[in-house]
């Protein structure tokens, strides 16, 4: 899985706890429970900074629970000249 080459993120709240569901510009898929990846700091750490840098830089695809949820911010649109 491409962290930083993501094309899509999106994050549910099924009963059983927090998941990301994760997609990577190769087409590799990966569902995670959430809870998993926040007991290892550096892995969630790694993966966060690698959404941020795919949803900002990268455009990946999200839904709003990623943004709420996970405090992860909006890109914002290229300025006009």
Known sequence: MKIYELVEVTYRMPIGGARLRLRDNDGRRLTVKVKALRSDRVI???LYNGILHSVIAGGARTNSKLHLDMHVPHPR???ED
Request: net charge negative; hydrophobic share 35%.
């Open 77 to 79: 649109p290229d300025a």
């Open 44 to 46: 969630w750490d790694s």
